[in-house]
Structure formats: structure tokens, C-alpha cells
């Protein structure tokens, strides 16, 4: 069976240079933070307010207001953050790189692209943070756009590399 990661020009030894080159991690040492524990411990914590109003009898809990009040007040806030959370924390993604490809993970699935195939390159500032996005010439494993929080390394990669951004 022929290696579907070769490209068409490249032989068999090219290719093993290639997977062992030395990648830089371009991402923040804080996407795992970001990306897994703020997710996890705010759904969870919201997800008990929710339950704790939802089984309680309205006696037992001393409110100024109505108890559906609260219960549609909690629920909508459980919404709005797992609606959050999906728009913008999920979509994070650490981004390894060496000078010919780019590895991308999710921390379950780890994808690697050739710099080839990155249409554009753009920083902006997402919720106060810095938010790097690489969008891919066609859709990949993890969509067109890749979101990652860059790191202190991307900036001297980039130069390094040639690696331009929207709008220089």
C-alpha cells in the first residue's frame, strides 16, 4: 500500500528527514489551560447550579422571587456558556511546526499540513487574548480555520521561516 503522507515529488528518504526534524511548539503553554480545565470546571460548576435549582423544592429555598425565575434565569446562563465555550475556547488548538509542516491537535487527534497549504495567516485580540488563525487553502480534519493562542515563540518563528501575516 502506497504512504498516503508522501507527496507525489518526494522520495522515501525526503519523507523520513521530513517526520524527523525538530518542531517548535507555536502555541501557549496556556491552550491546555484554555482549551480543557476553564471548559470543564465552568460547565460542570454551572451544570450543578442548574440541577441544585431544578430538584430543590421551592420551599426550601428562601428567594425574593419566583423560583421559575431563577430556574429560567440559571438555564439561560447554562446555555449562554456552553454556547461560548463552543464559539471560542473549543476552537483552540496547539500548533507544532518545523520548517516544512505544521501539526495540529486537539489533544486527542494530532493532524500534520505542509506550510503549502496555509492560504493566509492573521493575529487578532479575541476576549483579551491574542488569537492566531491559519486558514487552510481547502477544509482539513479540523475545519478551514485553525485558532490557536500563539506563543512566545511564534513571533521569531514567523521571521524565521517567512511565515507572513494578514495585512504586512
Avoid at 54 to 59: D, H, K, Q, S, Y
Avoid at 98 to 124: A, G
Amino acid at each position: 500500500m502506497e504512504n498516503q503522507n508522501q507527496l507525489p515529488n518526494e522520495s522515501e528518504s525526503e519523507q523520513q528527514q521530513t517526520n524527523t526534524e525538530p518542531t517548535e511548539c507555536l502555541s501557549s503553554n496556556s491552550t491546555l489551560f484554555w482549551r480543557v480545565f476553564v471548559p470543564i470546571f465552568g460547565t460542570v460548576f454551572l451544570s450543578g447550579l442548574l440541577l441544585t435549582f431544578l430538584l430543590i423544592p421551592e420551599e426550601e429555598l428562601y428567594l425574593p422571587f419566583p423560583l421559575l425565575w431563577g430556574r429560567v434565569f440559571i438555564f439561560a446562563l447554562w446555555l449562554g456558556w456552553l454556547l461560548l465555550m463552543r464559539s471560542t475556547l473549543w476552537r483552540l488548538k496547539r500548533v507544532d511546526a518545523n520548517s516544512t509542516h505544521f501539526f495540529v491537535t486537539n489533544y486527542w487527534i494530532t493532524v500534520r499540513y505542509p506550510w503549502v497549504d496555509v492560504e493566509k495567516t492573521e493575529v487578532k485580540r479575541h476576549l483579551g487574548r491574542r488569537v492566531a488563525h491559519l486558514w487552510l487553502r481547502a477544509p482539513g480534519r479540523f475545519g478551514q480555520k485553525i485558532s490557536f493562542l500563539p506563543g512566545d515563540r511564534f513571533e521569531g518563528f514567523r521571521k524565521e521561516n517567512g511565515v507572513v501575516l494578514e495585512g504586512e
